[in-house]
């Protein structure tokens, strides 16, 4: 691996604190770093090396597993890191940048291979893609450069295809890495193993056998100190148009020709190409949109949306959202994709469930009476990494009773093997140049033109209004519907434990 310096933009804000300097010290521990490296974090702060080094040592105590952290560890992974004190909005602040990045090379003989994190709000990363590009520091002919964008890319269709415009006056397509953190999850990318090394699913996974698919991401939490930012998103911008629809596309796309980043992305971009547009006076048919109010939980009151710190009382901002997708192409016809996120949920999980399609003829009675409802196949995201296939087995004792039970895999049962965070795989990739698992342009335009009629229509709250529903349940009862208006329910994944909470199984 060659060297290089990542400069993070933002290093003294959460992101970087709790995610990416405990993804960078477990790479180190790891040894998926070159044994030359350094980190250049960037800020108003007037902060040193050193006490850049001290807050991070503070906060490697706190985020990073128990089972990783080693004080010895992190005090040598802090030598490599380095604070430059500036005004990221000031153009002539850059030529300092310029400076320290010259100086940092020449210590450890490293060629100009410059990686970028936008650690920032997103209405800086045009300001600092032109500063970086009036003086050079993107310029290739001595080493490479790269970029990592956080989410969101744009506020709507015309933002990200402006943000789109602005960088690539900077940076060729090959250098910008769109960070989707759900794609670093390590279930996520066994999706496509379990899909394409498996013989006994792919012949399966189609609109012959396959009756319905649900994707659900839900939060216990509510927005807490995001609220600034949620009230300006909510539901669909933060969850919807990136980490879900990126989900859906690995479920439901075709074979890539290889491994290669380039065909298993051609792929996914063909799925959203493929997406059934949902025009505006559509959308109360297929899209249900919620917000959390008042509730007791565990006898505790829990504030409704709009009294929370820094929301307005007249908010009209989803905290939850349910809809259902059709992907019109030969292997998914007439096959619903039900998508549901939200906050104040029972519990936080996510996780992707394949129903396929009962027996054509039920010969065996069901436990309890129960509707023979079809095998699924539970993906678990979160937490608990696993796999679930529920098939059905005799009960013990006489007759043909028939029950589920579930053939799983947890991936803790790997015990010998370390399971990366969803940061770590991600920068390691970017650093390797492995463009895989970030979301090219033509994707994130792609899912922009599929919600844009979505939002368009949220403007209208007499066509499509905001259905309230208590902290703590599973959103508003017209999700339900949404799914019962053909013979489908959502899977509840956790049960309520009288004195424990929520208790979550695959």
Not at 165 to 192: C, M, P
Not at 231 to 236: E, P, S, V
Not at 447 to 471: C, D, E, L, M, S
């Amino acid at each position: 691996m060659e060297k290089f310096i990542l400069v993070i933009f933002g290093a003294s804000g959460d992101l970087a604190w709790r995610k990416l300097m405990p993804a960078l010290y477990n790479l180190h521990q790891q040894k998926m770093l070159p044994e030359a490296f350094k980190v250049l974090g960037v800020g108003r702060m007037n902060m040193t090396d050193e006490s850049f080094r001290a807050k991070t040592l503070d906060g490697l105590k706190q985020f990073v597993n128990a089972k990783q952290y080693s004080d010895e560890g992190a005090h040598k992974f802090a030598n490599y890191l380095h604070f430059q004190s500036m005004d990221t909005k000031n153009v002539d602040d850059y030529a300092l940048l310029k400076i320290r990045l010259e100086t940092l090379s020449q210590e450890f003989a490293c060629k100009t291979n410059y990686l970028f994190y936008y650690a920032t709000p997103p209405l800086m990363y045009t300001t600092i893609t032109r500063h970086l590009h009036t003086h050079q520091l993107t310029c290739q002919d001595q080493g490479w450069k790269r970029v990592i964008i956080e989410k969101p890319y744009g506020h709507d269709l015309a933002s990200a295809l402006e943000l789109t415009k602005e960088l690539s006056q900077a940076f060729a397509e090959e250098q910008i890495y769109r960070i989707d953190h759900y794609l670093g999850k390590e279930t996520v990318q066994n999706i496509l193993v379990t899909r394409f090394s498996n013989s006994i699913f792919e012949p399966l996974w189609n609109h012959n056998y396959v009756k319905y698919v649900e994707i659900t991401s839900s939060e216990s939490l509510g927005v807490g100190s995001r609220a600034g930012y949620y009230d300006t998103a909510g539901a669909m911008r933060d969850m919807v148009q990136n980490h879900l629809l990126q989900l859906l596309a690995i479920v439901a796309m075709e074979p890539p020709t290889t491994a290669d980043g380039n065909a298993i992305r051609d792929e996914m971009v063909k799925v959203f190409q493929s997406l059934r547009k949902i025009k505006e006076e559509e959308v109360p048919h297929y899209v249900v949109r919620g917000q959390y109010t008042t509730s007791q939980i565990n006898g505790k009151t829990i504030n409704a949306y709009r009294e929370e710190a820094e929301i307005s009382p007249n908010s009209n901002t989803e905290t939850y959202m349910a809809m259902a997708c059709y992907i019109d192409n030969w292997r998914w016809s007439g096959v619903p994709f039900y998508i549901r996120t939200g906050k104040r949920l029972p519990t936080q999980v996510t996780e992707i469930v394949i129903h396929f399609k009962p027996n054509p003829h039920g010969i065996f009675a069901q436990k309890d009476g129960l509707k023979d409802a079809g095998n699924q196949l539970i993906i678990r995201i979160q937490p608990d990494e696993g796999l679930v296939l529920k098939i059905g087995m005799k009960v013990p004792g006489g007759g043909f009773e028939v029950d589920k039970v579930g053939l799983d895999f947890h991936y803790s049962s790997l015990t010998d093997h370390y399971i990366p965070q969803a940061y770590e795989r991600l920068l390691c990739d970017c650093i390797q140049g492995d463009s895989t698992l970030f979301q090219r342009n033509d994707a994130v335009e792609a899912t922009w033109k599929f919600v844009q009629p979505i939002i368009n229509a949220f403007a209208n709250t007499r066509k499509n209004p905001i259905y309230g529903y208590p902290a703590g349940t599973w959103g508003p009862e017209r999700a339900n519907q949404l799914l019962a208006k053909d013979g489908f329910e959502w899977r509840y994944p956790c049960k309520n434990l009288a004195n424990d909470g929520v208790y979550c199984e695959l």
